[in-house]
């Protein structure tokens, strides 16, 4: 997307990278805020895990029970292939997919990386008041041992972004403001 930026007193067009993925923790709100970006930047969005259901017509949680956790990190890695030929869209993705090196080494080229990340507690809240189905959820997950492996992975996304103590609408303005000026000041 190119849009006009004004630096001192010049007008010079700058632009927003055709694929914002947003990636993260369970409960870190990809899905909510993903949407909400593509509205402010008028792109179109997508949730990959609802694109993997779609296309294997079983949900997450089927997908674990019937295949397995193995068989949905390929699924995962194939949509994730797919998305690359995608354009002028955000991306939510499962936070499990770009905990994987090579994945996001692939992302980080592909498109800007956005890492929405809260404290244990945080995500815990959130999602003690969700209705979607986690499978890593169901088998006592440690879940700050599983944090604490997977952020230095997160951390390597172009923008570290902060939902703690922020609603969506908030959010989105600040992450859509980091977005638009990451590409000008790096
Ligand atoms: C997973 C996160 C889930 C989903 C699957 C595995 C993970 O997505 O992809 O249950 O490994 O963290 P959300 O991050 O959208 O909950």
């Not at 972004?161 to 980091?178: C, K, P």
């Amino acid at each position: 997307m190119v849009y006009n930026c004004v630096q001192g007193r010049k007008v010079v067009k700058m632009t927003i990278p055709s694929r914002i993925y947003l990636t993260g923790f369970m409960g870190s709100g990809k899905s909510a805020l993903g949407a909400e970006i593509a509205g402010a930047l008028a792109y179109a969005f997508v949730d990959l895990d609802s694109h993997i259901e779609e296309s294997v017509g079983l949900s997450i949680s089927d997908i674990f029970e019937e295949k397995g956790e193995l068989e949905f990190r390929r699924l995962e890695q194939e949509a994730l292939a797919e998305s690359y030929a995608w354009s002028r869209i955000v991306i939510a993705v499962g936070g499990g997919a770009l905990a994987q090196i090579q994945n996001m080494e692939e992302a980080l080229q592909k498109g800007l990386v956005v890492y929405l990340s809260a404290s244990v507690q945080t995500l815990l809240q959130r999602l003690s008041g969700s209705d979607t189905i986690r499978p890593l959820l169901k088998d006592n997950l440690d879940f700050g041992d599983l944090m604490a492996r997977r952020e230095p992975v997160y951390k390597k996304a172009h923008i570290t972004f902060s939902v703690d103590n922020l609603n969506v609408t908030d959010a989105a303005e600040a992450l859509s403001q980091r977005i638009v000026s990451y590409q000008r000041d790096g």
